[in-house]
């Protein structure tokens, strides 16, 4: 019914910056949360950001002052700004939609994409 859609991740220099998209196509939900997760080896999946329909954001502590989160509701797009990026921001990135939650964060995700790779390295 949904489809997620990533794009712009590389490999950047410590410092560096990039620009993350994820394009949702198929029905479309009055209510919802669009955002990111990564997951790093080894380690767990983890909310990064995440922005509701109505324009609420959620940024991870780890990230606040270099990522921001921004979404296009009319082209079902959301956007992941990345700044000042550090050597433990590489993980793959994965797009996630929620819906039908109650909770801020959402406990739950019903759609996502199938990553995008970020490395930051020198």
């Known amino acids: 019914q949904v489809q997620l859609v990533e794009s712009g991740g590389g490999l950047v220099q410590p410092g560096g910056s990039l620009r993350l998209s994820c394009a949702a196509s198929?029905?479309?939900?009055?209510?919802?949360?669009m955002g990111w997760f990564r997951q790093a080896p080894g380690k767990e999946r983890e909310l990064v950001a995440i922005?509701?329909?109505?324009?609420?954001?959620y940024h991870a502590n780890s990230v606040k002052g270099r990522f921001t989160i921004s979404r296009d509701n009319a082209k079902n797009t959301v956007y992941l700004q990345m700044n000042s990026l550090k050597p433990e921001d590489t993980a793959v990135y994965y797009c996630?939609?929620?819906?039908?939650?109650?909770?801020?964060?959402?406990?739950?995700?019903?759609?996502w994409g199938q990553g995008t790779q970020v490395t930051v390295s020198s």
């Open positions: 198929g029905r479309t939900f009055s209510r919802n949360a």
């Open positions: 922005r509701s329909s109505r324009g609420i954001t």
């Open positions: 996630a939609l929620g819906v039908n939650f109650s909770t801020w964060p959402p406990d739950e995700y019903d759609y």
